[in-house]
């Protein structure tokens, strides 16, 4: 089983990530923001991945660090249950559609983590959290997993509507990229 756990402490946050690649869709997560633990919820269920997520951190201030931290240590997991990639499809791309949004993702696990997001949400939050810190969030997952990440709206106005639709394709396409591949010997 592929799978991770990585611990993070850092002045503005405390957290811990377990992952297993190959779960059943199942989501513990606990970060202080409601929008963004149904959004971590979403990337387990619709990439088939079991993700816990504890974190505490300094939300008096704003989300930043939590959602960066969390994108961190989640990446860092990613990478980690990879292992050396051995016989993984390595590519991945999904186009999700939610209502009047549709957002594509692509995904290569090529260990050089970059992120390029196009990502105009109309909306400064959604609840709680601050829309900005999607691409925060892709930034330092893709980093820290050591994969490149491209995600682009392609249509949208409801700021909710949107990011669920990028944490999907984003799932969906890891997932891709992630499987093991019979056809491929290393």
């Known amino acids: 089983m592929r799978t991770a756990t990585i611990k993070r402490e850092t002045r503005e946050t405390r957290l811990q990530v377990d992952l297993q690649l190959e779960g059943k869709g199942k989501a ?10 149904h959004m971590l919820e979403q990337l387990a269920y619709h990439g088939g991945f ?7 951190g300094d939300l008096h201030v704003d989300g930043h660090h939590t959602v960066e931290d ?12 990879l ?6 499809a390595r590519y991945g791309h999904a186009i999700i559609p939610m209502d009047e949004a549709l957002v594509l993702c692509a995904v290569d696990v090529s260990g050089r983590g970059m992120c390029e997001a196009s990502l105009p949400i109309p909306v400064e939050k959604v609840g ?8 925060e969030f892709l930034r330092a997952f893709a980093v820290n ?42």
């Open 128 to 135: 709680s959290f601050d829309t900005e810190l999607v691409a």
């Open 28 to 37: 513990d997560v606990t970060t202080g923001i409601g929008f963004f633990d």
């Open 50 to 56: 079991d993700i816990k997520v504890a974190c505490t």
């Open 83 to 88: 292992g050396d990639c051995a016989g993984i």
């Open 70 to 81: 969390v994108g961190i240590a989640l990446g860092k997991a990613f990478r980690e249950a």
């Open 145 to 186: 997993a050591g994969i490149t990440l491209h995600v682009r709206m392609l249509a949208g106005v409801n700021g909710h509507h949107i990011i669920e639709a990028a944490f999907k394709a984003l799932a969906r396409a890891t997932s891709m990229a992630v499987g093991v591949n019979d056809r491929r010997a290393g």
